[in-house]
């Protein structure tokens, strides 16, 4: 059973209220003598889970005022950082895998530049097929540098989300990122996996996600079904 810091729990806690609106995007966090006192922590350790928030965008430090809160974006569909299932939610999506985690050389034609240390380090290979109200949506190909993720080809991905799993087991947050779509004709095997009807276009998405780690960004290829779903997003 894994042992969570204390320092990282208080840091769950404060995120959580952060996302929920708890606290509001502009208002202040409780300060460090509050936080010490309600959470029975001493001042290192919640120095120490405010810098994780500094460090991944959630709030901002201001001499003399404090904690500031920082919202990233969330639940606005694939375009945005947060992933398939919190934007359409657990509820209603499911997840087979096709291919487990393993580890492997990169590919040779890679959509994307990878640094040096990536490219040392290989990948860790990952396909999956996500349902939507029991109906084949999307087909995700994952390719994650084979660094700080100890034993994760023992995980289990059956119907979680990756990135919560990135997050909670491994520290890792998704900063930003870039991506590229285009409207393309399918192979078959990816019309089978998607149940497209002979001439119906598939959406193709390439997407390098940035995280808080050095060296370490996301990278998916992603098949969307959008028969009976859109990409939606807020600006």
């Known amino acids: 059973m894994e042992t969570i810091p204390q320092y990282r729990q208080l840091y769950e806690l404060l995120r959580k209220h952060i996302l929920t609106g708890v606290h509001q995007e502009g208002s202040l966090l409780p300060s460090e003598n509050e ?12 120095r120490h889970a405010l810098d994780s928030l500094v460090k ?9 005022k404090g ?9 606005i569909g694939i375009l945005s950082i947060a992933g398939t299932a919190s934007a359409i939610g657990v509820r209603y999506l499911k997840t087979d895998i096709l291919q487990k985690p393993t580890i492997k050389t990169w590919p040779e034609m890679f959509p994307f530049e990878l640094s040096e240390l990536e490219k040392e380090a290989g990948c860790i290979y990952m396909e999956r097929l996500r349902f939507v109200e029991g109906e084949p ?5 994952n390719h994650l540098p084979n660094l700080y993720l100890q034993r994760i080809t023992n995980r289990s991905f059956e119907n979680k989300s990756l990135f919560e799993i990135l ?26 996996l998607l149940q497209l009807k002979p001439g119906q276009p598939v959406l193709h ?31």
């Open 67 to 75: 904690s500031i809160v920082r919202k990233l974006p969330q639940n």
């Open 205 to 235: 998405i390439e997407r390098k996600l940035k995280t808080n780690k050095e060296n370490f960004s996301i990278y998916s290829t992603i098949y969307f079904n959008s028969v009976k779903h859109s990409i939606f997003g807020s600006f």
């Open 167 to 192: 997050r909670k087991h491994y520290q890792i947050e998704i900063l930003g990122g870039e991506q590229k779509l285009k409207a393309i004709k399918p192979t078959k095997q990816i019309r089978q």
């Open 137 to 141: 949506v999307f087909y995700d190909i």
């Open 35 to 46: 936080l010490c006192a309600v959470h029975r922590m001493t001042r290192p350790t919640v």
């Open 56 to 64: 991944d965008g959630l709030i901002l430090k201001k001499q003399g």
